[in-house]
């Protein structure tokens, strides 16, 4: 099957739609289950600033929100991937399955690899301020 432009359009809504929702989840579980002063507690143990949990938490909702309306997804993905990369090397010495005792690598790889691909592909339909393709600089 050979996908039409607009089944890409949809595919890569969808893909906003989710990797958006993601990082509001990923956030909120800051909030709601660890607490901010816990995940400044928890940088600290790791070796990171505690203090950069509060710019964490409030890059990855207001991030997450801005993928999931489409304003900006494709620069807002890309600058999220260094946070992301960041908490895939805490979590690399626990292995690969987020089921492994302190959770694993591949959540935060594959969140990685979902921003990448849709700063490459685009915000797809019914984003609010895409970015033409070619205009990602």
Known sequence: MNPTPSMQNTGLALLRVALGTMWIAH????WFVFTLPGTAQFFASVGYA???????FAAELLGGLAILLGVYA????LALVPVMLAAAWVHVPNGWLFTNK????EYPASLVVASVALALGGEGRWALRPVPLGRLA
């Open 27 to 30: 956030a909120l579980l800051k």
């Open 102 to 105: 302190g959770g694993g690598w």
């Open 50 to 56: 505690g203090w950069l949990a509060y710019p964490v």
């Open 74 to 77: 494709r620069h807002v993905a």
